[in-house]
Each structure stands twice: as C-alpha cells, then as structure tokens.
C-alpha cells in the first residue's frame, strides 16, 4: 500500500488548539511576571521555550513512533540515571533537590521520569499481551518499573511527581486491561491500607513522622486550609482569593491585584491558572478548561484509531499523564488537590516541562497521523 | 515486537475519557462555586481585605570584648515609613503626616522618589527615623487620617565608645544597590560596611522575621495575623580587651599612629589601635555628606587603618632582623668587634651613625644596645642582604598576615631584582648599608612588626591574627569558640635566639640602651626601638608642621622571661622611638598586667 503524504494525516485542528492553549499561557507569565521595571525576562525566556518545545513537536512527527516505543526503555534508565545524579550533585531549589544544572540551564529530571515511565508502561503491555486482562502476578515488572522512581522522588523529595507516578501509572495500567478480580484486589488492598495508615496510630505516626514538616503542613493545611492561613495554607488561600475575586468576566489583563501586587507566590510558575482565573474570570478560566478537554480528546481519538497496541497504549499513556498535570494543578489553584508543585502543562513557567510537554505531544500527533497505515 | 490487535485496549477508552470528563466537571463546578457562587465574597478580600506581610527586622549580633563587656549594642528606636500604596489620597497623606511630624511636604516626596527605584511594591519608605515618642504617640494617635503611615521599630548600632576601636570594629551602612542586587538585602538593612562588622556582616545580620497583618481598603490594619520572629544576629565575642584597648588609645592620644598588642602564644589581637580615628556612630544613619566629605579630605586620613593598611620603613627595629639573620648565618659571631667612629665609608659615600661621635668598639650584644648603625651596616655587609630579605620574609614581614580585615597591605622586602625592574639600577651596597639599619625601600605595618616580635617572644611560631575568640548564637547559646591558627613554625637557632633576647632586655634596662622608656615595675620588658626616616614628599599636605619629623617605632614583649604579651607601636612624626613610642608600650604593658591580675578569660 502506499504511503499517504506526511502533512494529509496530521491533526492540524489539535496543533491549533496546542498553539492558542500556549498563547493564553505566554500571556498569563507576561502578566504574572510583568513589572514596574517592565516585561520580565522570564517572558522571553518562556517564549523561546515553547518556541523550541514546537519545533521538537514537529520533529517527533519523523520518526516511527515504533521507534520510539523501541526506546522508551532506554529513556527509562536515562531518566533514572539523571535522578540519581539529582540525588547525588543536585541543585537544591525551594527545599527539595529537583535540580541538575547543566551548564546555565537547570533541567529537572522528575519532569522527564513521568513521561519515560508512561511510554515504558506502554511498551511493557503492548509486548506482552495477556487476553483476558493482566493477573496480580503480572504486574511484578511494570510495579518494579514505577518503584524505583518512585522512590527515588520520594527522596528528593517531591511529593507531587510521587502522587502523579502513582495516579498515571494506575490508569495506565486499567486501560492496558486488568483483569475485574485484580481491580478488586487492589481496592480493598489499598482500602486496608489507607485505613490502616490513618486508624492504626503507630503506623501513622511512622508515615507521618518521616514526612518533612513542611509536607506535613502542607497536608494539615489541604484538609483544613483556614487553620493555617499564613503559613502553609498561605498559597492555597491566596490562590482560591486570586480564582474566586475574578468573578465572571475577570478583572482584565494585567489587573489582577492579587497576582500584580504579588500576593499570589509562585504565580508564573505552579499558580498561572490563579493568574489567569483572576483576569479573565470564569469565562477566560473556563474556556481555557475546554480547550485542555478538546485537546485530550484529541489525544484519546489518536488511542482510538491506532491500529496497534503500542500505538494505542503509548497515545492512552500521554494522554493520562496529561490529564493528571491538568487536573492535579488547576485542583492546586481552586483548592481541590494539595499544593504540590506540579505545573500546568503549556501554561506553567519552566524549560523543562514544557519540553517534556510538546515531546509528549509530538508523539501524539505522530500516533494520530499515522492511524491510517497499515505498514511501517 | 509482536503486536496484538488492539481492540481490547480501544474497548476501555471510554473509561479514560470518561476521568477526563470528570476531571472537567470537578474542576467546572468548583470554579463556578469561586467565581460565580462566592464571587462577591472573594473579590472583596482581594480588594479591601489584603493580607500585608511586614519586616520585623532582627536585632544585629552584639560584639563583646574578650571577657564579655559589650563594645558594640543595638538601640530600639522608632522610625516612621510611609507605604504609598495603602494611601488611596497620597498627597493629603503627606500633607498631614508632614505638619504632624514637622517635615515638610516636599522632603517627603522627595524621600519616596528616591526609594522608587529600587523598593518594591508595598515596601516602606522611611520618612523620618529615630523619632521622639511625642512623634510615635502623635502618628499612633491620629492613625485613622494617615493611611499607609507606620510606626517602624529598627534595632539602631551603637558604638557606646565612640572611635574606640572603630577601625577594626567597622561600621554600618544602609544597603547599597549594588549589594541589594547581589545578595537580595532587604531595603533598609543594615549591612556591615568596614572592618568587622563586614567580614562578619553574614553572622551578625540575622535575618527578617514578619508579622502578617490584615489591612483594609484605607490601609488600615484591621487584624493581627500571625508572626514570624526575626531570627538575631550571631553574637561576637572579640579577643581585644577592652581595658588594654582602652589604654593604649589613650597612651597614644591625639598622634597620629597605630598601637597593635597581641597575645604571642595564640595570636589573639588584645588591643588594635589607629590614629587619628573616626566616630562609627555617624554611620548607621546614613552619614551626612558634610561628615562624608570632612572624613574623606582629611589631611591624616582618619578612616584609613594604620595598623594594617599603612606601611612604614621599619627603622632600627629591623636590627632585630639584620642580627638574627648576622648571627644564624654563622658568618657573624656575636663576640666579633666592630668599632664605630660614627661613620663608615664606601667609595665616595659618607654613611653616618645616628651618634655621631661614634660608639667605639662593640660586640652584637652592645650593638643592638645602643643601635649603632655602623655594627649593623658592617654586618649587614658581611651576611649580604639578600640573606637578610629572605630572613625577613620568613619572619612574616613585607607579606599579608591574614588579619580577618579588609584592605590589609603587604608592605615591601627589596631585592636587588626588584630594584632593578623598579629603578632600573643595579643594588649598590649603599643598598645593603640602609635596609640593615631599616630604613631604604623596606615598608613593614605595625601589626607585621608586632606579629615579628611577638615570634621572638614565643621561639618562633606564628599564627593568623586573630581578632574573632567566639561567637554565641542569641537563640540556641552555643557557643562557638575559634582556636588559635597556626600558621608556621619557624626554627630559630636556640643560642642565637638567647643572644637576641638578651639583647633586647638589655635595650630596656641597661646603660645606654634606647628603650629605657618602656620600663615598668610589672615585667621585664624586652623590645627595640626604632626611628623611620621620613623623606619628604611633595604632596598638599606639606603644610603640616610635623611633616618633617620622623617616625617613631618600638616593639617589645613582656615578661621577658614568659612573654605573654607583644606590642609594635608607631607614631607618625614622633621623633625618636624611645622617647614618643616606647612610653606608649609602657602604657599598653602595665594596664595589661594591672587588669590580668583581676579579669579571667572567659
């Protein structure tokens, strides 16, 4: 059969949606990071992000995506050598090691484990499939796969690429196909063990105690953020102050008193959704929520008409870790999830996870042109 | 690979978009509950109820003595700071706080555009510091019609003993731009700007607390929120002692010179004096540029630190050198005789000593006695002085001691080489004759000197001068102490050392010696005198009458037979050493032994 011309199959409708989602992110940093001394460089700098995050997207459309899913191990390792290199010479930033300097750059590992994680998770079940859906005893490797991250962020430590390992890598694997009984296992397993975590005071005194005190305030202060509304519960409460005085029609651009007077801490960065709900209100907010859902289901029509395993389980696995970006920092702002520093995918401030952001994407778009060959 | 069909996997799709909608809906509700349900609410609290985090600056680290009494404190005072931001009418704010407060309107904008460029938003601007409580009360009383006006509490510097010490104790200073932008002080602090208060400014700043108050659209506090202490400034303990210190600023009184004593068994420094000095308390104010300008264009430059930034040829106290490197050498014996017709002769050249009749026929020991010139330009000779230079080097002089302060000068040790780059003419032995006796392009400061003598006194170990003993963390007490660094140990050969100290007692005690001056009841003192010629030079401050005289040195140690304490001394166009700057050791000498009788080290 032959081969379709590149540019026929590409979704030129998702690239749209990539394009203004990162339009209104840039313009959110601008405000956020704009002063009386003028705009910030941290503009410039996010505009030359996303710049070469779109040239690498485009780039990822070259390659055979089997390709890739060839090397998603091999990104594996790679990202967990960089892990232990941020344990061992890490730059250490706001408390935690997340950091690897790299010449002037400062790259942030955890962001690339996430993604190697979930294409490894789909390279693992598209390779070995077990009609009829995966047992317990199946998943020794892919838990193994999960854990040493895990583990490893757990100690830099970074709570919120824990959480996020964890979530990803649970709908990734229900979508590779676990069989009822094993979901069924797993719940009252984790039920057991979530109780017993809370109800049994030694055990969690232990878990409790082995937390820093600033997650364990951060914690206190997402179950009951009134408690502490200077300390720890200070970004959380400035945040929902930040979403919820943008009222319907938002404040304007730039006018964001909670965010230009800078009340709001980390609002280029974790916050931007804060920013941006502050001076657009529900409409600019909301709107910026359903371009985030068009785009996910773009990414879910890719899994759909991928006409393998791995395409589909590689497409399923983006588009998971991309949703829990999203739900997990947009909860941040609103107060629904912890604060746990997990930026909001093309809007956040940040070199790396905006590269890892438009790699991911890249692929995407590479699975949903190819939908319609049957050769590689 | 092998590769499946993969309609199993596409079958559980709708479970993922199915989260992913949900996720929508969570976040939907939730945002029309902020935005829509709440809206009002929250908006208000952005807009009226503003959440204002304020500095509680800390309290700098005190400095203490070395046996605990305070040299350098801090003075709660009150400034009062402006926030324009919280003033919805600025101008009637300014005019009203201006006519309460006795300032008129025009400093006061003045004072915030001078802060605009580098405060940020909400940061306040002081408009009028160190106020009386009449002031406090007036402003605290009539808070209700100066919104975004504020009484600050600042912890001041307070030097109690005015120029006691200033030189090595430093000052303070508002931050500079420069280093607001380095190290991201906050406005307003202050930083050490000289001499201790800057090596150390990173343990005795402390750093910002903040006190959370809720502010209300008047920019009136309607609500304590919670605070955070400041954490204070580490607490110095120094190894001077006051009463030492005390003496000899006084001893040197109103000369122009440097006294440095220090203990020779650990290099702590016990006293560091420079003269003329400056008061430190003009500082922490911000200085006035009519007190910048006086100090600055100062003929005798009061701000400059003799005792470590001024270099001076080393005069006859340099014989101490010369013999030492003589008589290890083995060329020179100590019974060898020289005789002095009060001149000695080399080609055409005339050399003079200072007693011009001449000493007659002496050894080493009667030659450092009397400080007869004509001995040591003989010995000088005989050893060559480039052995002399290399002596002198290992004695630590012509190179930086390390003393923790800045700016500190090397001073120079001539080579024939040296002069050659420099002067571009060969080493004469004219060159030798002059350097043996100190006086030439040989340049040591006073606290090389003393850190000299004081290796004489110990048998010739040589530690960084110190100046830090301890430090004490104001929040947990501990206690750090810093040990006594050693530098180097230099052998001196025992025989030769005994002949020098022999010597050097005999300076202070017998017949004919210079440093007769320098005797006291408490100790047998051991020193040398020494007088640095002044050659004239060109510059303004040629009106100065003393100009001409000459400079006036002695170093010296006490006990002599267990020195625990060594002093160099220099007076600038003193005369003659034993006369102006022995009596000045003398000074130093007995107050230390009057008060080491009755204070312990702590």
């Known amino acids: 059969m032959q081969e379709q011309k590149l540019t026929s199959n590409i979704p030129w409708g998702m690239i749209g949606l990539i394009a203004v989602i990162s339009l209104i992110g840039l313009l959110g940093v601008y405000s956020a990071t704009y002063s009386s001394r003028g705009v910030s460089s941290i503009f410039y700098k996010q505009l030359m992000w996303i710049g070469i995050g779109m040239v690498i997207m485009f780039a990822m459309l070259i390659p055979n995506y089997h390709t890739i899913g060839r090397y998603a191990y091999t990104l594996y390792w790679i990202s967990v050598a960089m892990l232990l290199l941020v344990m061992l010479i890490g730059r250490t930033g706001m408390g935690a090691q997340r950091w690897l300097a790299l010449g002037p750059i400062a790259f942030q590992p955890s962001e690339l484990a996430k993604l190697a994680v979930a294409l490894s998770l789909a390279r693992f079940f598209s390779s070995n499939p077990r009609p009829g859906g995966y047992r317990l005893t199946d998943l020794g490797w892919p838990a193994a796969m999960v854990a040493l991250p895990l583990v490893m962020v757990l100690k830099q430590p970074d709570l919120g690429t824990a959480m996020m390992l964890l979530i990803t890598s649970s709908i990734i694997v229900i979508v590779a196909g676990l069989r009822v009984r094993s979901i069924i296992i797993i719940a009252i397993a984790g039920i057991t063990l979530a109780s017993s975590v809370f109800l049994i005071p030694p055990v969690k005194n232990t878990l409790w105690g082995s937390l820093k005190p600033y997650q364990q305030k951060r914690i206190k202060a997402f179950i009951d953020p009134a408690s502490d509304s200077l300390g720890s519960g200070y970004h959380a409460n400035q945040s929902r102050i930040a979403v919820g005085s943008g009222r319907v029609t938002g404040k304007g651009f730039g006018q964001g008193t909670q965010s230009q007077l800078a009340f709001l801490p980390e609002r280029h960065t974790d916050f931007i959704f804060a920013v941006i709900a502050e001076e657009r209100g529900l409409i600019g907010a909301g709107f910026l929520i359903m371009l985030y859902l068009a785009l996910l289901l773009y990414g879910i029509e890719a899994a759909k008409n991928a006409k393998d395993r791995l395409g589909a389980l590689m497409a399923s696995g983006v588009v998971s870790l991309l949703a829990v970006y999203f739900f997990i920092n947009i909860g941040m702002a609103v107060g629904v999830a912890p604060v746990v520093g997990v930026p909001l995918p093309l809007a956040s401030y940040g070199g790396t996870a905006i590269i890892t952001t438009f790699l991911s994407l890249g692929l995407l778009l590479n699975i949903h042109s190819k939908r319609f060959m049957l050769f590689y | 690979m092998q590769d499946t069909s993969p309609a199993d996997i596409q079958k559980r799709l709708p479970f993922l978009a199915g989260l992913v909608i949900f996720f929508v809906v969570v976040l939907f509700v939730r945002l029309w509950f902020l935005q829509v349900v709440n809206g009002a609410y929250y908006y208000d609290l952005a807009e009226n109820n503003q959440i204002r985090p304020i500095k509680i600056r800390p309290p700098r680290g005190v400095i203490y003595d070395r046996h605990g009494r305070p040299i350098v404190e801090n003075v709660l005072t009150f400034d009062i700071s402006l926030v324009p931001e919280d003033a919805p009418d600025l101008e009637e704010t300014i005019r009203r706080l201006g006519a309460l407060v006795r300032i008129d309107a025009r400093s006061i904008r003045q ?209 101490i050198v010369t013999g030492l490197a003589a008589l290890e050498s083995g060329i020179v014996k100590p019974d060898d005789k020289v005789t002095c017709k009060g001149f000695i002769r080399h080609g055409k050249h005339t050399f003079r000593c200072w007693k011009r009749a001449g000493h007659g026929t002496l050894s080493f020991h009667r030659g450092l006695v009397e400080s007869c010139d004509v001995y040591f330009y003989t010995i000088g000779e005989r050893v060559g002085f480039e052995a002399v230079a290399n002596y002198a080097k290992n004695l630590g002089l012509g190179t930086l001691t390390g003393v923790p302060l800045m700016d500190e000068k090397a001073g120079l040790i001539p080579t024939a080489e040296w002069k050659l780059k420099r002067t571009k003419a060969p080493w004469y032995v004219g060159d030798t004759y002059i350097s043996s006796i100190g006086q030439g392009f040989l340049q040591v400061s006073p606290i090389q000197s003393a850190q000299m003598i004081g290796a004489v006194a110990n048998g010739g170990f040589y530690y960084t001068p110190k100046l830090l003993k301890s430090t004490r963390n104001r929040v947990t007490g501990s206690v750090k102490e810093f040990p006594p660094e050693k530098k180097a140990r230099f052998l001196f050969n025992p025989k030769v050392l005994e002949e020098m100290r022999s010597a050097l007692i005999g300076v202070t005690s017998e017949p004919g010696g210079t440093g007769w001056g320098s005797r006291t009841e408490f ?80």
Request: aromatic share 6%; proline share 7%; charged share 25%.
């Open chain 2, 111 to 319: 004072a915030l555009a001078d802060a605009a460029p580098i405060r940020m938003k909400y940061e306040p601007v002081k408009i009028k510091e160190e106020v009386g409580w009449e002031d406090v009360a007036r402003v605290e009383a009539h808070q209700d019609s100066l919104p975004g006006v504020i009484v600050e509490p600042e912890h001041r510097r307070h030097y109690p003993y005015g120029g006691l010490a200033s030189h090595q104790l430093g000052y303070v200073g508002k931050v500079t731009q420069e280093q607001r932008k380095k190290d991201q002080t906050e406005l307003g602090l202050l930083t050490g700007q000289g001499g201790l208060e800057k090596t150390y400014d990173a343990l005795l700043r402390g750093a910002s607390g903040r006190r959370m108050i809720q502010i209300n659209s008047s920019g009136r506090k309607v609500k304590d929120l919670g605070i955070e202490d400041p954490k204070p400034g580490t607490d110095l303990y120094l190894t001077i002692d006051l009463n030492v210190q005390l003496a000899a600023e006084e001893a040197l009184g109103t000369r122009a010179g440097a006294v440095v004593a220090m203990d020779p068994n650990t290099g702590e420094i016990l006293a560091l004096v420079s003269h003329p000095t400056f008061d430190p308390n003009l500082f922490p104010r911000g200085i006035s540029p009519k007190d910048w300008n006086s100090l600055m264009n100062h003929p005798s430059h009061p701000l400059y630190n003799r005792a470590i930034q001024s270099v001076y040829p080393p005069g006859s106290t340099f014989k």
């Open chain 2, 523 to 602: 100790a047998t003192v051991a020193g040398k005198t020494g007088t640095a010629q002044v050659v004239e030079q060109k510059d303004a401050s040629r009106k100065y009458a003393g100009k001409l005289d000459d400079h006036a040195w002695f170093v010296a140690y006490a006990p002599a037979e267990h020195p625990q304490i060594a002093v160099a001394v220099i007076v600038e166009h003193g005369g003659h050493g034993g006369a102006a700057a022995a009596p000045v050791a003398k000074k130093v000498f007995e107050e230390y032994f009057r008060s080491a009788g009755t204070k312990t080290d702590q």
